[in-house]
């Protein structure tokens, strides 16, 4: 079993929908949490950093991480063609290694 | 503009050639990162270093080989290149063990 899982997609949706993106995990350790996007032949970015359980809101982005249930989630509000792209979750346990879910491939159709 | 850099942006070389890629990055992080993305997608990490000091080698070849000369500066060098070492190569900074940034990526190619 993968440290992280993530919904492997592709996830195709019309503009201004809400783009829902879950990630699970197994390690407890795990207490750093984000969300990176990545547009084609790009570096990732980092879009979403969270330390605690509950919601983080950033304009139309806002992080979700559960620990209790070991599931973070992203959402992104009113999508638009630029948001096309790939999205990762990665998490750290404090010990400077990032693991990342294998990402979800998202079009958002004009 | 404050960043993290790699060069070259691509590589295309033969197998058994030796190849370095060079990372630099202008953040004053302490920490910094080589990641390898395969086909797939899937990011994974293969060394670190803090402050110059190797802290994560992880079940990587021994072809490979990080060098930090100073904590902005991170560059790997690969021996007897192989077809499966094709991928992107990702280094990335970060100021503590939490949030990383990432540089743009190399290419490369082994034919």
New interface residues.
Partial sequence: QKEVEQDPGPLSVPEGAIVSLNCTYSNSAFQYFMWYRQYSRKGPELLMYTYSSGNKEDGRFTAQVDKSSKYISLFIRDSQPSDSATYLCAMSADDYKLSFGAGTTVTVRA | DTA?SQTPKYLVTQMGNDKSIKCEQNLGHD?M?WYKQDS??????MF?Y?NKEL??NETVPNRFSPKSPDKAHLNLHINSLELGDSAVY?CAS?PW?????????T?LTVL
Avoid: A, H, M, W
């Fill in positions: 993290v920490t990162y797939k997608k899937f990011l994974k990490i670190s803090n802290i994560i990702f970060s063990s939490g949030e990383q940034f990432f540089g743009p990526g290419r």
